[in-house]
């Protein structure tokens, strides 16, 4: 059976430029003086912040008559006013009366809004009751730096909050799985005031994006990276140029890629700037994610629609598929889930070895000058280092172009395994050091050895090297690995892994969207992110 791309409903198309959400970017201002302070709060507004988070508990020096009114009066942004104590995670360990006083000072001198905590929040609103302007806009918080509680006692948290008599309710958890943040999404759903909903941390990242889908009052995004008032924060660049935050809405459709790690993966970049240029209403997240099956059973809504998998979870991906592309049967991995959009299937491709096995024809169609119809693969000796996802795609792919397929592998039974299911020659690494039975053959590595950061590793010698007329490395960052440099210092032809990235993405992007790529661009972006 062969699995069709998914048609493109009227609804995935936007209008360019059209802002699709309320939520605020809120730039949280950290610095140590009054006057960086002020140089903090001007850069928030040239990157596109909507309001300043003035931290009053980084300030050095503070004198909170003085100081609030020259940072109130010259922010060219609202601003929030937050003075957190270290009991709730900030900065501020002294007299709690005079704490407050500075709250209710801000007040008095014109801020937009001001932070409160829980825990002395009743207190504080009593005593501002009838002695406010009316402008200024109370958020009451509550941030959990362990875990992310469960939806009921989320449910009471909220309750709790709206019985202060909060302008906004704010919830900031802590995400210790990826599944956490639906529980602060169901809270966004759900709530009846404005709230913030925030799970920080690594892998909260995706309640900070999409915020904006579900409906949170605001999110804060850095000036720099680095510079986080909370852990997981990202920067405002990345929230409007990488995440095309404006432009997410209810409806927008969540793609992503599951992986572990995942923070240096390219892909974010290539499918937002795609999706951007033709019009798709459609977000591309990083996945952090331990178990692909919590991952999908959480996020089971139409809305989660499509994602590519990395290491290592290409093979769980597969376990969790309803319908599975029979290449993908037959390599044991996938690299693309769509959920289909009819009955909310979720179908299961491998579209690596179409890319990865495009670009070695094409380098050696290049090399050799033909344009031949068969493949310039059929006859060769195609060794393939590696026998996990990649590596299995790889030699799949060579044994359906008619190369006669050598694989070796740190762990040689996985090689034997691999070897035997596409009828090819199994070998550890040491004796491949030594394998030339003939010249011209072609070398495809597909382990992660000299992937970033370990940039100075390789996995075959040198001196190896020079048997082989085609090198193929399926890493990606960097573009030139040592292997590929040492290769051609011998005389091989190279064959980058962006080739085989790139080719992966056009076919995934078809799939995810149901439009034609935009090549021209994704070559583009790709250089620009490597
Ligand atoms: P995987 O399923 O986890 O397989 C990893 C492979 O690398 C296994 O064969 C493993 O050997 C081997 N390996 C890991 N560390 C090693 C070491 N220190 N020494 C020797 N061998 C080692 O990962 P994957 O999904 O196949 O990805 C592998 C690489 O391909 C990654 O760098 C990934 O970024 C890249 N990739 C690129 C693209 C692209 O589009 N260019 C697409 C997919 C993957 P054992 O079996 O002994 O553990």
């Not at 002020?38 to 507004?45: D, E, M």
């Not at 573009?479 to 040492?486: D, F, G, I, V």
């Amino acid at each position: 059976m062969t699995l069709s791309s998914v048609p493109l409903a009227t609804s995935d198309i936007q209008i360019p430029g059209a802002r699709r959400n309320s939520t605020l970017i809120c730039v949280p201002i950290v610095a140590d003086s009054v006057d960086q302070m002020l140089g903090q709060i001007r850069k928030a507004k040239e990157v596109g912040g909507d309001v300043v988070e003035i931290r009053l508990d980084y300030l050095k020096n503070f004198s909170p008559r003085q100081d609030l009114q020259f940072l109130v009066k010259q922010s060219p942004l609202p601003t929030l006013v937050t003075y957190r104590p270290t009991w709730e995670g900030g900065q501020y360990d002294g007299d709690e009366g005079k704490r407050l006083d500075a709250l209710r000072l801000a007040i008095e001198l014109g801020a937009d809004y001001i932070d409160v905590e829980l825990q002395v929040a009743p207190e504080f609103i009593n005593s501002i009751q009838g002695k406010t302007s009316g402008k200024v806009k109370i958020i009451v918080s509550s941030h959990n730096y362990q875990n992310t509680p469960s939806a009921e006692e989320l449910g009471n948290l909220v309750a709790r909050i709206q019985a202060t008599g909060a302008d906004i309710v704010k919830i900031a958890t802590t995400a210790l799985d990826i599944t956490d943040c639906a529980r602060i999404f169901q809270v966004l759903t759900h709530s009846q005031v404005p709230t913030i909903g925030i799970a920080m941390a690594e892998r909260g990242l995706i309640s900070r994006i999409l915020s904006a889908k579900f409906g949170s009052y605001l999110t804060f995004g850095s000036l720099e990276a680095g510079v986080a008032s909370a852990p997981g924060q990202p920067t405002v660049k990345d929230l409007l140029d990488l995440y095309n935050f404006r432009q997410i809405g209810p409806d927008t459709k969540v793609h992503g890629v599951i992986g572990k790690p995942i923070g240096h993966s390219k892909s974010p970049h290539l499918y937002n700037a795609a999706f951007k240029s033709v019009g798709f209403n459609g977000i591309y997240l990083p996945l952090l994610v331990d178990s692909v099956k919590n991952f999908l059973t959480t996020y089971s809504s139409p809305d989660f629609v499509g994602y590519s998998y990395t290491i290592p979870h290409k093979e769980d991906g597969l376990r969790c598929c309803d319908e599975i592309d029979p290449i993908a049967q037959a390599i044991g991995a996938i690299s693309c889930m769509i959920r289909r959009p009819t009955d909310g299937k979720l179908m299961g491709y491998n579209v690596d070895y179409l890319g990865a096995i495009a670009a070695i024809e094409e380098g050696l169609r290049a090399s050799n000058g033909t344009t031949n119809v068969g493949s310039p693969l059929a006859g060769k000796l195609f060794v393939v280092i590696g026998a996990g996802g990649a590596g299995k795609a790889l030699a799949y792919g060579g044994k359906e172009k008619g190369a006669r397929v050598v694989v070796a592998n740190r762990t040689f039974e996985k090689a034997q395994e691999l070897a035997s299911k596409v009828g090819g020659e199994a070998m550890t690494l040491a004796e491949l050091e030594n394998f030339h039975p003939e010249d011209g053959m072609i070398l495809a590595n597909t382990t992660s050895v000299g992937m970033k950061p370990n940039i100075d590793n390789t996995p075959l010698s040198k001196k190896a090297l020079s048997r082989y007329s085609l090198v193929f490395d399926a890493i990606y960052t960097p573009k030139l690995t040592r292997l590929l440099r040492e290769a051609q210092e011998s005389g091989a032809i190279i064959v980058y892994g962006t080739e085989m990235f790139i080719n992966q993405a056009f076919v995934q992007f078809e799939r995810f969207t149901g439009l034609p790529a935009p090549k021209e661009l994704i070559r583009e972006v790709l250089v620009r992110n490597t």
